[in-house]
């Protein structure tokens, strides 16, 4: 029913991709709850979430139970799609296997994830340096065997009318992070750079073998991803990289940068994704090889994205060049700022995925107006 819409926006995003030139400006809308009424596509991860907070991952890696779970999300995954097409706007539908970082570090160490609110933990273990160059990657880890059937329930399930990333990554420096403890790492960065070195070599490594394995297992490679509303191309990964928000300019290209070119490199691309108060890297995050997105998300607290592009001369300069070397999606906006700043967004090429409440959607067709009127895709 929603095929040729589908298909159009998909192109479109292609186009996007495809194109350098500023004044490109896409816009997608996501949806202000977790699984409250349908309005915009639910999360996976929320709903998933919400299962291992009643049972145990143990059960639920089978076939029969993962099909039974992820039929009942496509049921409400698809009754959002009338209100979704209604409104005039760029995002994709998208499907992203993830069940928070604590699934994901236990997948790494073999640790005990805690399940709570709507997320996981894995508290660090690993004191002793001996002990972390032991670590192996184990596809018969609980927590990998639970990616790869839900993955391959979707994959059953999917009938082309929504597009799928087998996991959501964590950078390898989130990922060295969740093993070691960040406070642990970041001394060790001065006190041992070498064994850190070798551990974000080794979560690079983990994270290829993982994705190959998903692929692998479910036979494919030729599957468009997407992830938050966006089309990705080839095997491009989402990866969470937070950390990077924490560490100097000077560490950045030491112990961010490369390790995500190397994952990014091996597998087809990479959407990265941080926070408004790591503005700081904003030019050294879009030098990274094979980057396709660098996404930017609103932290309480601090300026805005928008409000430093509308107030800061030198920082708006940053952010424009480095979203011509790759678009940047800002998220998380404010919707009162949008016409100061779109004409500052016309110089670059923006995502905007802005949140949206229900009882403002008589807006959208303005605000999505305005910035179609602002944009030249």
Known sequence: MYEEKFNERLEKQKVFFSRKEPGDILIYYRRSGALDGVGFPPYFQVFVMEKLSQTRVEALCNDRESEKLVCNFLEIFRESY???????????????????????????????????????????????????????????????????????????????DFLLSPFSHRSPLDSATGLRGPTELFFDMHDRPADVRWLLNWCTEWSISLDNYLSEN?????????????????????????????????????????????????????????????????????????????????DPGVPSVAEVIINDKKMRDKILEASLKVPIMLDDFPFELLDPLLPFLAEGRFILRPRIQREDRDAFANITHRIRKSSKI
């Open 82 to 160: 009338k209100d979704f097409y209604e409104i005039d706007h760029d995002a994709l539908p998208t499907i992203e296997v993830f069940f928070g970082i604590g699934g994901f570090t236990a997948a790494m160490s073999g640790g005990e994830a805690k399940i709570a609110g709507g997320t996981s933990w894995c508290e660090p273990g690993w004191d002793s340096w001996d002990e972390i160059r032991k670590l192996k990657f184990n596809p018969h880890s609980v927590w990998v065997q639970f990616a790869s059937i839900m993955y391959r329930a979707l994959l059953k399930y999917r009938e082309g």
């Open 218 to 298: 479910a036979g494919t490679p030729g599957v468009a991803r997407g992830v938050w509303g966006t089309y990705l191309p080839n095997r491009t990964v989402f990866v969470n990289g937070d950390p990077v928000d924490l560490i100097s300019r000077q560490l950045e290209p030491v112990f961010n940068r490369p390790y995500n070119e190397k994952l990014f490199e091996a597998l087809g691309g990479g959407f990265f994704h941080h926070h408004a108060i790591g503005l700081h890297q904003v030019d050294q995050v879009a030098l990274t090889k094979d980057l396709v997105i660098h996404e930017l998300y609103d």
